[in-house]
């Protein structure tokens, strides 16, 4: 009995110990856990920044190129309006169909952890001990903790997932959720740089776009607890880096 529960362990543990076991799902986890948007902030406002961010630049190049024709002001607006219209519909769905696939990877990973509880009950009690003895739990005290969190095996799931793997299931946003926050980001881009557009003719386009840039960048950092003033400046800078490589080109 013994001797197989040792061939158990090393089937699971890969020939490693628990210790490197551990390590090595935490750095899984890290990566099952990265994002487009990023893992910092609610899904909704990443989506929602970020969306913004993208539709104002797009604004931006889109008026430059309409700009070497002759097409009047309101012909332009009508033309950017159109665009705008087909951009929030891919970004929206962009966004629903990312959310469903980190929800089926989250499906699928916390299945594969249960899996494990099921079979490798020993395996996943060293694993915990790995995990609870670096926090400071020892002796008597460690014993009452496994055993409490042994007993339920939801709480127990619960536990690993985020222990072990560095997920939060608590951040898990509803897909539709996400959607929302990537249309109303371009909605309110879109809304910005044709509303100064149509005050200011000329250099509107570009001027709500700063705005808009700047205020998404400024919000998502503050939001991740981030320096604004530097995410200000860099989204503003590469925002303007990719403007004008492709107005030098265009003049080119």
């Given at each position: 009995?013994?001797?197989?529960?040792?061939?158990?362990?090393?089937?699971?543990?890969?020939?490693?110990?628990?210790?490197?076991?551990?390590?090595?799902?935490?750095?899984?986890?890290?990566?099952?856990?990265?994002?487009?948007?990023?893992?910092?902030?609610?899904?909704?406002?990443?989506?929602?920044?970020?969306?913004?961010?993208?539709?104002?630049?797009?604004?931006?190049?889109?008026?430059?190129?309409?700009?070497?024709?002759?097409?009047?002001?309101?012909?332009?607006?009508?033309?950017?309006?159109?665009?705008?219209?087909?951009?929030?519909?891919?970004?929206?769905?962009?966004?629903?169909?990312?959310?469903?696939?980190?929800?089926?990877?989250?499906?699928?990973?916390?299945?594969?952890?249960?899996?494990?509880?099921?079979?490798?009950?020993?395996?996943?009690?060293?694993?915990?001990?790995?995990?609870?003895?670096?926090?400071?739990f020892e002796g008597k005290l460690l014993e009452d903790v496994l055993d409490v969190l042994m007993a339920d095996?939801?709480?127990?799931?619960?536990?690993?997932?985020?222990?072990?793997?560095?997920?939060?299931?608590?951040?898990?946003?509803?897909?539709?959720?996400?959607?929302?926050?990537?249309?109303?980001?371009?909605?309110?881009?879109?809304?910005?740089?044709?509303?100064?557009?149509?005050?200011?003719?000329?250099?509107?386009?570009?001027?709500?776009?700063?705005?808009?840039?700047?205020?998404?960048?400024?919000?998502?950092?503050?939001?991740?607890?981030?320096?604004?003033?530097?995410?200000?400046?860099?989204?503003?800078?590469?925002?303007?880096?990719?403007?004008?490589?492709?107005?030098?080109?265009?003049?080119?």
């Amino acid at each position: 009995m013994v001797v197989q529960d040792k061939n158990h362990s090393s089937e699971h543990f890969k020939e490693k110990d628990a210790l490197g076991h551990v390590i090595e799902a935490q750095a899984q986890g890290i990566i099952s856990s990265a994002e487009v948007h990023g893992t910092e902030i609610p899904g909704n406002y990443s989506a929602g920044a970020d969306a913004a961010r993208e539709t104002s630049l797009m604004l931006a190049v889109l008026w430059l190129f309409l700009s070497t024709f002759d097409v009047s002001i309101d012909n332009m607006v009508t033309l950017l309006s159109i665009f705008s219209f087909g951009w929030l519909l891919w970004k929206a769905g962009r966004s629903a169909w990312l959310g469903w696939f980190r929800l089926e990877r989250l499906h699928r990973i916390l299945a594969e952890e249960r899996w494990e509880i099921e079979n490798y009950r020993q395996q996943e009690r060293e694993e915990l001990s790995v995990l609870y003895a670096a926090k400071g739990f020892e002796g008597k005290l460690l014993e009452d903790v496994l055993d409490v969190l042994m007993a339920d095996n939801d709480r127990l799931l619960k536990v690993m997932v985020e222990e072990e793997l560095g997920l939060s299931l608590a951040t898990c946003q509803h897909p539709l959720k996400q959607s929302c926050g990537a249309a109303i980001g371009v909605i309110a881009a879109v809304f910005m740089c044709l509303l100064i557009f149509i005050i200011f003719p000329e250099y509107g386009i570009l001027i709500g776009a700063s705005i808009v840039i700047a205020f998404s960048s400024a919000l998502s950092a503050k939001l991740s607890q981030n320096k604004p003033v530097d995410a200000v400046v860099w989204n503003l800078g590469i925002a303007s880096l990719a403007f004008g490589a492709i107005y030098f080109l265009l003049q080119f």
